[in-house]
């Protein structure tokens, strides 16, 4: 007779987060995407669209018609994406039935990475290699200049990705400073190809700003507006043509609203910039912020009001001065736990 | 008590934070650079100097770039140094009060050097600076130091082991002296202008007490010669 020993439910429950994450197997992945096939023809037939040329986008429109989803957060609506994109991609088993390891360099804990080290460092060596070669027949070592400008190399998440490994910071940084002295070689071009697998293109000049035509009022004067903010100052400045270099703001002239100087220094920056002083008359309106960010928001106002006036060589002076960007700089928050943002409550022994 | 449970609050929210935001970090991305206000930068033409400053020109080109702050203008009257010793002078956020203090004293300095100059005999007339800006620049290169003591904790004791400084430290240094000297070192009812012109004008003919601490430690730099291989492990 078997007796039946008290156990708690504790020791029944089955650890669930002991195993790791969910592993998928190849069968089952195969029969998702299959899924998907069949339910994408399936979806077109019933918005009434051609099976054969069903894009993403339009299961995206079709999902969102036929599933309404009033939820805030857009990663909790309904989609339907290929399998690739929803299973995150998983290493295969490493070792055959035998418990050997296939991979030569998989008791070092991250085989991918040092294997990308391993090839990386071989690049150099031949690299130094082929320079040897040059210098022993005698030819001079081409120096080509590349576009560093317009490519950035891999972020640590990217690289992660590609060797399905966790990286820590340090390797990543190795790994960067490998490649960059591989490019700095002179005779790096051999290993180009190489090279640009880790390199990505950085879209060259994010935003071209429109910049507004000139706009004439009833005496026949050009003027042009412009609108600035700093902290929570927001400014609009009007600069009209043929002036005195007078500037008003709120009504009010800038000698007696900015009694002090800085102020005055920074209102008058675009214009001592583009050597324009006595040439431009303005009239601004500011509101909120303290005196500081009101006179950075003019700044950014007239900046941006001159633009209209000027060529775009200037305005690419302008804009490398720093005259266009809006400054992101606010108050930082107060912490709980900590007197201010950053000044912690004194420290007491006891 | 309020602080302990604030601290153990604190402390679990610094766990919780690593992971969001770092201590140390600016508003800006990373990939900003720093803008360039001086005019003159932007009328050369092609033929610069360097390649460095041709490859600095492309990659400007492309990235993004911070907003101007508002100490910095391109005027010809706003001068870096003096900006930052004006910073250094503020105290409490209080900038009005210590660019007025800041000008006084180039205004007493300007004073001072025109009493000179009208007393000097015609020969010796022309070797007076009367340049405020002049005088302010060689005085502060006059205090900077060569040489500087850092620290180092070898087998359980501190020595002062003498280093090179960089030239950002050494600037630091010499308006850190300045300002502490004149601070300090004074009569209750000496105002601060005329002390800090006392003193520029001291250094600019190396002379003064805040040459002397130059001086001082340049000498406990040569006295703790023999510590200096501890620098390196």
């Known amino acids: 007779t078997s007796r039946l020993i008290c156990t708690t439910t504790a020791v029944q429950r089955r650890n669930v987060g002991a195993s790791g994450p969910e592993k998928y197997t190849e069968a089952f992945i195969k029969k998702q995407i299959e899924e998907f096939n069949l339910g994408k023809r399936h979806l077109a037939n019933m918005m009434g669209e051609d099976p054969e040329t069903f894009t993403q986008e339009d299961i995206d429109k079709a999902i969102a018609y036929l599933f309404p989803s009033g939820l805030f957060d857009k990663r909790a609506r309904p989609i339907m994406k290929h399998p690739t994109e929803i299973f995150p991609e998983q290493r295969k088993i490493q070792w055959g039935e035998d418990g050997r390891p296939f991979h030569f360099l998989f008791y070092t804990g991250k085989q991918s990475y040092y294997s990308l080290m391993h090839e990386t460092y071989e690049k150099l060596l031949n690299v130094q290699k082929y320079q040897d070669q040059l210098i022993a027949q005698g030819l001079s070592l081409q120096k080509e200049k590349r576009n560093l400008a317009g490519s950035r190399w891999l972020t640590k998440i990217e690289l992660e990705e590609m060797l399905l490994e966790k990286l820590s910071d340090d390797d990543y940084l190795r790994f960067i400073q490998l490649l960059q002295k591989l490019m700095a070689l002179p005779c790096g071009d051999i290993e180009q190809k190489y090279i640009q697998k880790f390199s990505r293109e950085v879209p060259v000049q994010m935003q071209k700003a429109v910049i507004e035509p000139l706009q004439y009022d009833e005496r026949g004067v050009a003027f042009s507006t412009g609108e600035g ?95 266009l960007t809006v400054d992101p700089r606010v108050k930082e928050r107060k912490k709980p736990g900590q007197e201010g943002a950053r000044r912690k409550f004194t420290w007491k022994k006891r | 008590m309020a602080a302990p449970s604030a601290a153990g609050l604190g402390r679990r929210l610094r766990a919780w934070l690593p992971r969001l935001t770092q201590v140390r970090w600016s508003r800006y991305n990373p990939s900003y650079m720093e803008p360039e206000v001086n005019k003159e930068y932007y009328q050369k033409p092609l033929e ?49 009060l210590a660019r007025s203090l800041m000008a006084q004293t180039l205004e007493a300095i300007k004073r001072k050097q025109l009493e000179k100059y009208h007393k000097a005999p015609e020969n010796e007339k022309e070797t007076i600076e009367c340049n ?48 502490t000297e004149c601070r300090e070192n004074k009569h209750r009812r000496t105002l601060m202008p005329e002390k800090l012109s006392q003193e520029l004008l001291l250094a600019f003919n190396n002379e003064g007490p805040v040459i002397k601490r130059k001086h001082v430690m340049h000498k406990m730099a040569e006295a703790n010669r023999a510590y200096a291989h501890f620098r390196w492990g």
């Open chain 2, 132 to 179: 405020p800006y002049v005088i302010f620049h060689q005085a502060l290169k006059n205090c900077q130091p060569i040489i500087g003591l850092s620290n180092i904790t070898k087998g359980g004791k501190t020595y002062q082991v003498p280093v090179p400084l960089k030239d950002n430290r050494k600037r630091f240094l010499a308006m850190k002296w300045m300002i």
């Open chain 2, 48 to 96: 610069e100097l360097t390649e460095e400053e041709r490859e600095k020109a492309e990659l400007k080109a492309v990235r993004p770039i911070k907003a101007a702050p508002p100490s910095l203008s391109s005027s010809v009257f706003s001068d870096p140094m003096v900006s930052k010793f004006t910073n250094m002078m503020m105290k409490h956020g209080d900038k009005v």
């Open chain 1, 229 to 323: 903010k700093r902290k929570t100052a927001r400014a609009t400045a009007v600069v009209y043509d043929n002036g005195t270099g007078k500037m008003t703001v709120n009504g009010i002239d800038i000698l007696r609203y900015f009694p002090v100087l800085q102020d005055r220094e920074q209102l008058l920056f675009p214009f001592q910039f583009l050597d324009r002083i006595g040439k431009h008359d303005t009239v601004c309106t500011v509101s909120g912020g303290g005196r500081s960010a009101q006179a950075g928001a003019i700044r950014l106002a007239s900046a941006r009001a001159l633009r209209s006036f000027v060529t775009e060589k200037e305005v690419e002076f302008m804009r490398q001065a720093g005259l």
